[in-house]
């Protein structure tokens, strides 16, 4: 039997501070309707914007993994996502009351267990699994980093870490059984980073909020009187604590002999998570941390949307017509040659979607000089047709637009996977991903016969008809 999506029964909060910015936060999880994965949305912007759980948004890696979208950001979600992840939760909108989620005790423990006492609620839509069924690796072999999924008929994670300091020295950790070992074995274990980095960390601005409460400090040097009163400061202490026997300064001993392997066993979880899909894999990680598991998680996705592309599901060209070229031309600006959507197909506004159809005929004028002698659509005017698919999903948000013209204003993550000829059918597919001010930010794809021919993210920008 099919799994079953699910989301969390109802809402549940957890406040704190941030550990990079020390700024207060208040996390609240929603629950959220299906086919909405993970989304962070920042209460306290006055035009909210939904930011994706995706690589295509990772903005920094200074020391977290950082979301954003048009500067508007989301420091350290990585423990979130693998509390998320964890659970197997697959929908869920995330709210924060600042820039950063609390950083509680460095752990996902809280997050767990807010999310459990939330209760879980099964969905009516299958969970997707993308299962690997070749290997996919990523190497750097400057800093040693060896990432690899295999095929497997589970999720499997196992991590070695070797940071060539004898303070630490080499620690392997594996989760085998999610639902078994995820939140007794690893959604507890803490942060950590060395006594070198502290003060390197801090002239960066970074680890405000940190305390011996949410991370372990690894003793890796000697300090002098003068060093010790700087690290008194930088955590806002009167008295460093006696190290423990296994030379570290935290509030509590080790919950595990190699806690430090255990948390970045979490944090390639939480990671992993931005490759949008669930996976059936095993995933062997070198010494990872966040820059190395993000391009790791770039690499499954880009795997995953070229597989799901040549199976996906799109709506037929001869579906229902909800918006006919008559009703089209009536809202579009565009006329020939520069109308490239014939009909819509598909209208949701609740889940803000829309599906429109492009023909592609030999009689389009650009045929004659673009490859006359084997006709290619130009990707150019795909990313037209797409953005105008993009501004019709706007439309149907109601507006009046009688005194307004939608212009494109930016583009990203354009990619082009296989020709468009003459005897085409564009099946474009455009979904709202964010709003501020009067600036939208769309998800459009297109395919042909079910098969991902481009894919784009647009922003768009309502202006006065009059542009003087």
């Known amino acids: 039997m099919a799994e079953k999506q699910r989301t969390i029964a109802r809402s549940i909060s957890v406040e704190g501070f941030g550990i990079h ?89 809280y997050f767990v267990e807010a999310l459990i006492s939330a209760g879980f609620v099964e969905q009516t839509a299958e969970r997707e699994y993308f299962i690997i069924d070749e290997t ?27 940071y060539f300091n004898p303070a630490l020295g080499s620690q392997h950790t594996g989760l085998f059984n999610m639902e078994k070992e995820f939140v007794t074995e690893f959604s507890s274990a803490r942060t950590f980073c060395f006594l070198k980095e502290i003060e390197d960390l801090f002239s960066q601005g ?62 390639l979880m939480g990671d992993l998570t931005l490759a949008g899909v669930n996976l059936k894999a095993q995933i062997l990680a070198a010494r990872p941390g966040h820059a190395s598991n993000v391009e790791f998680a770039k690499k499954i996705r880009s795997a995953y949307l070229a597989k799901k592309g040549n199976g996906t599901k799109v709506p037929s060209a001869n579906a229902n017509t909800v918006m006919d070229i008559y009703e089209l031309m009536k809202v579009m600006p565009h006329r020939y040659p520069f109308l490239l959507v014939d009909k819509v197909i598909e209208s949701d ?46 439309l149907q948000e109601n507006l009046d637009l009688s005194n307004k013209l939608m212009l494109f ?51 768009t920008v309502l202006v006065s008809r009059d542009l003087k």
């Not at 996919?136 to 070797?162: C, E, F, G, S």
């Not at 501020?436 to 016969?449: D, E, P, Q, R, S």
Request: aromatic residues 6%.
């Open 21 to 109: 910015t020390g700024n207060e936060c208040k996390i609240t999880f929603h629950p959220a309707e299906e086919n909405y994965g993970f989304k962070f949305d920042r209460s306290d912007i006055t035009n909210r914007i939904e930011i994706p759980a995706l690589v295509d948004y990772v903005v920094d890696l200074s020391r977290g993994t950082t979301l954003g979208i048009d500067g508007v950001k989301v420091h350290t979600v990585e423990h979130v996502l693998a509390a998320l992840s964890g659970l197997k939760i697959d929908n869920c909108r995330i709210e924060l009351s600042s820039n950063e989620p609390p950083i509680l005790d460095g752990s996902s423990k």
């Open 206 to 267: 970074l680890i405000k909020g940190g305390t011996l409460d949410n991370a372990i400090v690894i003793i890796d040097k000697e300090l002098d009187e003068a060093e010790i009163e700087e690290v008194k400061l930088m955590f806002n202490v009167d008295q460093l604590p006696a190290p423990h026997d296994n030379g570290i300064w935290s509030s509590t001993p080790l919950r595990f002999k190699n806690e430090p392997a255990r948390h970045k066993l979490l944090d």
């Open 409 to 459: 204003l930016g583009i990203r993550n354009a990619k082009f996977r296989k020709p468009v000829i003459p005897g085409d059918q564009l099946i474009l597919t455009s979904k709202l991903i964010g709003r501020k001010l009067n600036n939208y930010f769309i998800a459009v794809t297109a395919h042909v016969n079910g098969a991902l021919v481009a894919e784009a993210e647009v922003s």
């Open 136 to 162: 996919i690796r990523y190497i750097n072999d400057a800093k040693q980093v060896d990432l690899v999924a295999l095929p497997t008929d589970d999720y499997r994670l196992t991590v070695m870490i070797d």
């Open 349 to 394: 506004k609740i889940n803000r979607k829309l599906v429109a159809v492009k023909n592609v005929t030999i009689n389009e004028p650009y045929f004659n000089g673009h490859f006359p002698d084997k006709p290619v659509m130009p990707g150019v005017l795909i990313t037209e047709a797409m953005a105008q698919a993009g501004a019709l999903l706007i």
